[in-house]
């Protein structure tokens, strides 16, 4: 083999493996490393901001800290309700945002009387992490969160309510063994599974001309060296089917981020006491703002009767 031929062969590999680095660097910042939501930034509707500008100047809001099982500092605001009361709300944020988002949720509950733990999700808020766990490792933060507030009332009733990939980790938490305190679940715009939800959405990212096989294959491996979890573990839809956590599940028809078929197969997939909600005309965690007398109708219906 002459020189000139070892040294295209060797610049050829050479290239091959700089092009596949730089796509997995790519493919992780985009997916994995934590981004949020900044002041000056438009939410998808006024009422959001409003919702944020109430947590973050409520009177009575705390800021609360509990160790994860890792030995991170994890962060919440929590909000009691005016009389006292013994039912809770743990209210958890999607992706690329933070606690402040859910200051919409946090003001109905408060209305109705529950006390709200807002969370800030590993890697956002004040909460430490440098990696977006999709509810993997999330689920086992939350049911610290869990204990957090039984230890501080043993009578607690306690509700989960996710958005996104908080409805993701809230699907991925009743999966597990949860104490009794643990009355329901509201799961708003789940995927199924992550692996499916990276396919779906990865062809909307700058460099999808890579084909989805490899690319999930690229994921995956980047993710595990990186990050230290493997994505086809982050299933709610495995979780759901052993779950024992009354869960009401909730999608827009108009979604167009995470697929309204998802829902309904999770809702299939349930063995739990289940309910179901599909808001015409919302798009991605938009049912809140798109029909919110249907929304919360169905919600407060479904936690009277499981207090």
């Not at 946090?106 to 992490?129: I, M, P, Q, T, W």
């Not at 938490?173 to 990276?198: C, H, M, W």
């Not at 979604?255 to 197969?265: A, E, G, V, Y």
Request: aromatic content about 12%.
């Amino acid at each position: 083999m002459s020189k000139k031929n070892t040294f295209i062969k060797l610049s050829a590999v050479t290239a091959f493996i700089g092009g596949v680095y730089a796509f997995s660097d790519y493919i992780y910042k985009i997916s994995t490393k934590p981004h949020e939501h900044q002041d000056g930034e438009k939410d998808y509707d006024i009422s959001i901001t409003e919702g944020r500008e109430f947590v973050r100047n409520h009177p009575n809001r705390q800021d609360v800290f509990i160790k994860s099982v890792d030995k991170l500092d994890l962060h919440a605001s929590y909000i009691p309700a005016d009389a006292e009361s013994h039912n809770y709300v743990i209210l958890i944020h999607g992706i690329w945002d933070n606690h402040e988002s859910n200051g919409i949720f946090a003001r109905h509950y408060l209305e109705k009387g529950l006390n709200c733990l807002l969370v800030d999700l590993r890697g956002f808020g004040k909460s430490e992490g440098n990696y977006i766990g999709y509810g993997l490792d999330d689920r086992l933060d939350i049911i610290e969160w869990i204990h957090f507030l039984i230890k501080k009332d043993k009578d607690a009733r306690i509700f989960l309510h996710g958005m996104s990939m908080g409805a993701a980790t809230t699907l991925m938490t009743t999966g597990e063994n949860l104490p009794e305190n643990v009355k329901g679940a509201i799961a708003d715009s789940s995927y199924t599974t992550l692996r499916e939800q990276f396919a779906s959405a990865y062809k909307l990212f700058k460099g999808s001309f890579v084909p989805i096989p490899i690319a999930l294959m690229i994921s995956r491996v980047i993710i595990y060296l990186r990050a230290g979890y493997d994505i086809n573990l982050v299933s709610p839809i495995r979780a759901v089917a052993k779950s024992k956590t009354p869960t009401l599940f909730i999608h827009g028809d108009d979604d167009t981020f995470i697929d309204p078929h998802m829902c309904s197969r999770l809702y299939e997939a349930a063995s739990c006491k289940k309910q179901y909600l599909m808001i015409l005309g919302s798009g991605h965690i938009e049912g809140v703002v798109k029909d919110p007398v249907n929304y919360w109708t169905k919600i407060d219906s479904f936690i009277q009767k499981l207090i």
